[in-house]
Structure formats: structure tokens, C-alpha cells
């Protein structure tokens, strides 16, 4: 089943704790995302990938850091957290050649004390 | 960045009535998408639009691409309780070397009532 897998679902962490959010794609696609989606703010792109190697901020990047050294995998990393990154987090895949938006995985609901 | 105002903030409906929503951006987009989001999932593509004046249908569900290139609206026809959740517009500008920036509404929160 193609698919976006990321986890883990939920996660609560201490304030300054270094945490890793993991994503994997099974659709060979080029471009990954990260979003976070808070009441009433939507969904905020974090950062994206074109491809191996190359990431680009979004709308939201303080914070937070990406890389890219696998095509299927895109994983978040949060070096020092802060209870203002307390949020639903998604990551999403797309694809140049198949056209149309992002397919997105289910979610990750972190909570930071 | 950009700003993509979405409305309305959430709609009340009775079953079977139309459910119109609308979204409108401060710049020029070339590609409008319309998502929906049920509780608990990661948002689903519904609709996707690719020019100015372009009318799609899914369904039940029609959007279209504004002429201004600014704008976009989804309309849901006969609502059904299965239409619940959260309708986000999203868009992108078309720059090659951004094409995977993708902005999105702050999204409407649709609720039907039998």
C-alpha cells in the first residue's frame, strides 16, 4: 500500500530533551515535508525536500532541522525543544512527475512540558 | 510569507443543504488543492487545480480555480453526515526551484446535522 509512515504517533518530551520524529515514504517520491498544525493556524510548512541532499525552509523553521540522505526517508529533528513546539506534526510526499499536492501520513502529536 | 485566508471559520448544516467555502491569497497561485481532514488522519486530497477559471468536480464536490489566480472556492452539494471534518484550501505559486513550498488556509470546520 503506498503510504507516508512516521512515528511515532504520540510523544511527550521535557524541555530541552533532543528528539528525533521519524518519516518514511514507499512511493519513490522526490519531494518530502514536514508541517505542524495548530487550532485555527492550519497547517505550516516547516521545511521540504526536492531531493537527497537538498532541503528547504517553509514558513516555520526556527527550531527545528531536517535531513535528507535517503530518498524514502525524512526525518524531524527538534535539538532542543520548547513547550511553544507542542503540536501535530505531519509528514507529507509528493511527486514532480504525478502532479497535484502532498500525500500526508497520519500524524504525530507531540507534547512538550 | 504569503497569507491564504480561508472562510468560513466553520459552518453548522443541515443534512442535504449545499455547503459553499472560499479561499483567497494575497498573491498569484498557479496550482489550488483542496483537502479534507477527518479527525484523528492526515489531510486527504480532494481536488486538484492547475488554471485560472478551471471548474472540477468530485463527486459531490466542485471547486474552482479563480480567474484572478488569487482565489479558489469548493462547493459541496446534498451534504451527507460523512462530509464532517475540516476543508482546507492549498496553494502554490509555481516557481520551479519552489515547487514544493505549499501554503495552506487556516482551514473550515464543517459540521452536518441530520
Known amino acids: 500500500e503506498a503510504q507516508v509512515t512516521q512515528n511515532p504517533r504520540y510523544l511527550i518530551t521535557v524541555t530541552g530533551k533532543k528528539l528525533t520524529v521519524t518519516c518514511s515514504q514507499n512511493?519513490?517520491?522526490?519531494?518530502m515535508s514536514w508541517y505542524r498544525q495548530d487550532p485555527g493556524l492550519g497547517l505550516r510548512q516547516i521545511y521540504y525536500s526536492m531531493n537527497v541532499e537538498v532541503t528547504d525552509k517553509g514558513d516555520v523553521p526556527e527550531g527545528y532541522k531536517v535531513s535528507r540522505k535517503e530518498k524514502r526517508n525524512f526525518p524531524l529533528i527538534l535539538e532542543s525543544p520548547s513547550p511553544n513546539q507542542t503540536s501535530l506534526y505531519f509528514c507529507a510526499s509528493s511527486s514532480w512527475v504525478v502532479g497535484g499536492g502532498y500525500t500526508f501520513g497520519s500524524g504525530t502529536r507531540l507534547t512538550v512540558v | 510569507g504569503q497569507q491564504l485566508n480561508q472562510s468560513p471559520q466553520s459552518m453548522f448544516i443541515q443534512e442535504g443543504e449545499d455547503v459553499s467555502m472560499n479561499c483567497t491569497s494575497s498573491?498569484?497561485?498557479?496550482?489550488w488543492l483542496w483537502y479534507k481532514q477527518e479527525p484523528g488522519e492526515g489531510p486527504v486530497l480532494l481536488i486538484a487545480?492547475?488554471?485560472?477559471?478551471e471548474l472540477t468536480s468530485n463527486g459531490r464536490l466542485t471547486a474552482q480555480f479563480g480567474i484572478t489566480r488569487k482565489d479558489s472556492f469548493l462547493n459541496i452539494s446534498a451534504s451527507i453526515p460523512s462530509d464532517v471534518g475540516i476543508y482546507f484550501c492549498a496553494g502554490r505559486s509555481g516557481a520551479t526551484d519552489s515547487w514544493g513550498k505549499l501554503q495552506f488556509g487556516a482551514g473550515t470546520q464543517v459540521v452536518v446535522t441530520p
Open positions: 498573491s498569484i497561485f498557479n496550482t
Open positions: 487545480l492547475y488554471k485560472a477559471g
Open positions: 512511493m519513490n517520491h522526490e519531494y
